[in-house]
């Protein structure tokens, strides 16, 4: 059989069983699927070097399917070779009969693809459009970092290219001629309500390729050879400087009119119309898959022979260690050093402590201090600049952590904000993935709301009350409140296995620990401990409930103080402590509500004893002002306001 005749074959095979499938789960997207079948057939089939039985292999190549809603078309691939699926070493192959447990709760065949529900083939989640480029392009970073020859492919739909992020990609793989990334442009002409605009046509699609430095070669996604000899064309011009991508003319629901047009996206045939599907893929089959030409098969070529080498950790260096070794030794001494460059402190001595530490930044490393590692010359090759293009950023993180290296993305906490649907995909995803957010909260003043994180404390507290795939917190939040825990909780981060958010604050600030507090996750720590109140707070406002502890001292009121580091953290130890203290509790934070109070309320909630709680928090669209005192004033968390409203809880009028 030819080879045109036996892709052919193969895919018409495969459309059989992603209408099978879809028509069982009773949803699902099998049009997309089908307008697929091909390129999957030649890539899964002949291009790719991979094994089935071990897909994460070092030095395999790798399918990045980011219009995740046409997976039923790489499961059916997958079942019909036989590919490993199951969790951590409880793997077997799946079969055909795998497939028709697709969408159904206990199945490892997610209705978009979930690499940790058991399908090991993919190395990330996808589906909510537009996210797949970027994490083929994080992809491509590690594996030439590696030195590993391998490739990376990535399927798009065109109505998804309409998303920024794809062109967010695009430049990013142009930027760093990742030559070893292909895009695979499907154009199927159909986004789900309608017809996809022009400027989503395979014309247009190719000249913003071009335009973007892309060598763009369009096809007949469904002819063999076309495709077989674009893929050769890509492999070939990987050793040059210019990347390519393919721009396929597909159809969708290839071979089975009844389905094909409008009203079919997310609908599967069932009954009568299913089987006429079925009669009219076989029927497209004929004449396409009986010529044999020659003994050209379908074959999956294994990849390179890889001994996985232990990467050199070592024990990073302390606080004091690393600014005395880049002469910041009078810094130290002066006693006054910000969060966010503490932050940059850690993530240097991270690089030289562990080779799989990568930095990325947004073209803010000058203000995240992450430009530690950039101008280190031993570091250089394991920073990352990502220009202005949050969500291509954390998207690339996700790659890079699926290829096993440990991203930390750095931005103004403000701006993490446009990456919520990527930072929550990667958690889906597993991603090792640690995000700073610097300038967090009102305390950098003078550039006012635009520039300020004030509801992400809200959204990544939502985040640590959800478990992970592996048992953990989706994401532990960490507000730092100096120098000494904004380093020690960066170390933590990078030894830790899941996803991190940290907020790191503009202003320079007061030493209050040194290096014999340790700093875990999960924690707190208690500056003071008193009768009446407790005063949680976190980040920056622990120094201004510090200097309302002195006026508080001065009525006659005992006040304990925590810094409530870390989110989640323990709740009976720090109600223990609020019982201690007569059961009355001020919380404190920079930020909107739904925060840091909002936690400490709910694990009073869930204790089920009696607890007075008031929570201090940012009521107002700030504005911007000259000082970090005139800020505080202005959205009435100034260190008199707390002491006020800590006084009036225990009965003490007019402070």
Known sequence: MSFEAAVHAKAIQLDHLVLDMCAAAGSGHPTSAMSLGHIVTVLMYHTMRWLPDDPQYPTSDRLVLSEGHA???????????????????DRRPMTKADLMTFRASDSPIDGHP???????FFDAATGSLGQGLSVAAGLGLAARHDGFDKRIYCLIGDGESREGQIWEAVDFIADYQLTNVLPIFNCNGYGQADRVSKQQSPEVLAAKLEAAGFKAITIDGHEPAAIRKALDQYIAAIKGDRPTALVAKTVKGWGAPVVQGGGWHGKPPTGDKLTQAHEELKATGVGLTSTLVSDDELRIYPPADHTPAQPDIVEPMTMTEAMKKYDMAMTLKAGKFATRKAYGLALRALGHANPEVFALDADVSNSTFSEWVRNDRQLQDRFVECKIAEQNMFSVGVGLSSAGKIPFASTF???VTRGYDQIEMALNSGANLKICGSHAGISLAADGPSQMA??????????????DHRGNPGCYLLQPSDAFSAYALTLAMADYKGMCYMRTFRPDVE?????????????????????????????YMVHECNKSLDALDKMGIDASLVDLYSIPFDAEKLLDLANANGGNILTVEDNYGGGLGSAVADACTDSGDAFRIEQMFVHRIPKSARTEDDIMKQCGLHHTHITQKAASMVGVVNA
């Open 71 to 89: 997976c039923p078309i790489i499961y059916a691939a997958y079942a019909d070779l036989g590919g490993a699926i199951g969790k951590g070493m």
């Open 454 to 467: 004030l509801p992400d404390v809200s959204w990544f507290r939502s985040l640590s009350k959800v478990r």
């Open 413 to 415: 906490a403000k701006f």
């Open 511 to 539: 030493f209050i620990y040194d290096e014999n507090t340790v700093f875990d996750l999960g924690r707190f720590e208690v500056l003071t401990e008193g009768r009446d109140l407790l005063i949680i707070t976190a980040g």
């Open 114 to 120: 979930n690499p940790m529900e058991g399908f090991p």
